[in-house]
């Protein structure tokens, strides 16, 4: 093991994170803000996201500012201007249980150029080399207080089109480091050493427009093991054309493979059948009742190219839906949120790759 | 004096009266919706009685109006305070609701369907109106002391 991937293995919770990730997340992960602020393009979106996979518990925050798109909303224009700031909260014991919560804009503080987001009491910021998070949902049932170590170096990705519509761009940080706890109910969950995941996501796209996602993310059980996984696949609403696809792969700290595009085979089988959905926002489960949905069974897919191959299977488990109204008409969009379990194995660079554990599918369209 | 201002503070803590805010909220922010609403009402008398209140739903040239019980509904529904928590905490939908008798619809086949139409129209504009959540929040507080809890969807 040559000495530059020594030290970026970083999988101990014990190891401080290198000065090229806190560097790569100082200058990468802070929140670009919306340029209808100041006279610019509306229809911005931005959201900060993270799943923490504790022992007994799953727990998925979203922090989403984005732009209010209605015909009639005031001209984008300085102290006119009015975003919308919302809190998703999900957390999962034997299921997903949640809420969405919105946020006047006078409890809202957002620090362009930083992470650091605060939405009434729930804040989220980058200082010092770790996330501090901290949620709550609106009765008090659900409770968090998490600090997330990164241990991989953020990857990002810009200006994928889809469409034609503008651009979105995303900051995949695959593996971070959870201590902390989540409370449900009268259960408090002790995090030491968990492992996590985030992105950031921004960009000027409608909810409703010609496009729809798969995006998975999975760590292993055994915290030892030096991978990690990112699968993204972007198409057309009716998912009958792919747009972009790749599989990310991490080993330690440093970005090890990416298997794009033509590299990948991905394939589905069958439907996965829900006997209940948790819906969030709860009352779009009245616009959106159904319980039929397009998520598959098991996503599979097989990857080759320059010697190496990879082969991964996603299991769909327990699901979760957020339900988000479309900006231009009344149809709905669909984030189905699942929890699986992810087996990989293959061989990148001459090494053996597996990964047997937990992962997050999303699950975004119809 | 404790009399009039009662009546009037349970006035305000009215389901009609969250309706009436609703809809005018509704009518300001998402105004394409407000009138589709209207429009899909045309012609039509739809009576609420929820928990002891009965008030008529009517479609005016400026759009719907909020009045006092009157004939001629077609169609009617009724239910509970805590019947509708529980529809917009996630804890029943509006078909466990019927089938448990919880909510119940009458008239003509058409005009419930039509009247179903109606009503996701009004939750279209009410999810797309930033006022919404609040005047929700506000109405389950006034039911609060009345309803059972419903936290977190689950």
């Known amino acids: 093991m040559d000495a530059a991937r020594s030290c970026a293995d970083a999988t101990s919770p014990a190891a401080a994170p290198s000065a090229a990730i806190n560097w790569g997340i100082e200058n990468g992960d802070w929140l670009r ?39 009639d909303a005031p001209a984008s224009r300085h102290t006119a201007y009015e975003e ?5 909260l999900l957390v999962r014991e034997r299921a997903w249980i949640g809420e969405v919560q919105s946020f006047a804009a006078r409890d809202v503080a957002v620090g362009g150029g930083r992470v650091e987001l605060r939405l009434g009491d729930n804040t989220v910021r980058f200082a010092n080399g770790r996330y501090a998070l901290r949620a709550r949902s609106a009765d008090g049932a659900i409770e968090a ?9 953020p990857s990002i990705v810009n200006n994928v089109q889809y469409g034609n519509g503008p651009p979105i761009n995303w900051l995949v940080v695959p593996r971070l480091i959870a201590s902390g706890r989540v409370r449900v109910g009268a259960r408090t969950h002790v995090l030491d050493g968990a492992l996590a995941y985030h992105d950031h996501n921004w960009g000027h796209f409608g909810w409703g427009r010609d496009f729809a996602w798969e995006w998975g993310y999975g ?36 970005e090890e493979r990416v298997f ?14 829900f006997a209940r959905l948790c819906k969030v926002p709860a009352i779009m489960g009245l616009i959106h009742p159904d319980l039929a949905t397009d998520v598959p069974e098991e996503l599979c897919f097989e990857g080759a190219g320059e010697g190496d191959f990879i082969r991964g299977r996603f299991v769909s488990g327990d699901g979760a839906q957020v339900i988000l109204p479309n900006d231009r008409d009344l149809g709905v969009t669909v984030i189905n949120e699942i929890a699986g ?19 997050v599918f999303e699950f975004l369209g119809r | 004096m404790a009399g009039p201002s009662s009546s009037s503070s349970a006035a305000e803590r009215s389901f009609r009266a969250f309706l009436v805010r609703s ?32 008030m008529v739903v009517a479609s005016r040239l400026d759009g719907l109006a909020i009045v006092d019980d009157l004939e001629g509904a077609l169609v009617e529904l009724a239910t509970d305070s805590a019947t509708l928590l529980d529809l917009t905490s996630g804890a029943t939908s509006f078909l466990d609701a019927a ?56």
């Open chain 1, 219 to 254: 760590l292993p059980s055994d915290a030892s093991n030096p991978w990690s996984l990112v699968f993204v696949r972007l198409s057309d609403r009716a998912h009958t054309r792919c747009r972009m696809q790749g599989v990310f792969l991490w080993r330690g700290a440093r």
């Open chain 2, 23 to 54: 809809l005018d909220a509704i009518t300001h922010e998402t105004p394409a919706i407000a009138r589709a609403l209207a429009a899909s009402l045309a012609g039509t008398l739809v009576r609420l009685c929820v928990d002891d209140e009965r």
């Open chain 2, 99 to 154: 089938l448990a008798e919880r909510l119940v619809v009458r008239g003509g086949v058409d005009d419930v369907v039509r009247f179903y139409d109606s009503l996701i129209l009004y939750l279209q504009g009410a999810v797309r109106s930033p006022s919404l959540p609040r005047l929700l929040g506000e109405f389950e507080r006034s039911r609060r002391a009345c309803a059972p809890e419903n936290g977190v969807q689950g």
């Open chain 1, 33 to 71: 803000r919306a340029p209808g602020r100041v006279g610019g393009a509306g229809q911005h979106k931005e959201w900060l996201h993270f799943c923490v996979y504790g022992d007994a518990v799953d727990l998925l925050l979203n922090f989403s500012v984005v732009d209010d798109v209605r015909d």
């Open chain 1, 341 to 359: 379990t992810l087996e990989v194995e293959g061989r990148i660079r001459g090494e053996e790759l597996r990964i047997d554990g937990r992962a």
């Open chain 1, 145 to 153: 207080e998490i600090e997330l170590m990164p241990v991989a170096m």
């Open chain 1, 84 to 88: 919308h700031a919302r809190l998703t």
């Open chain 1, 260 to 273: 794009w595009d033509r590299e990948l085979q991905v394939g589905q089988r069958g439907l996965r059948r």
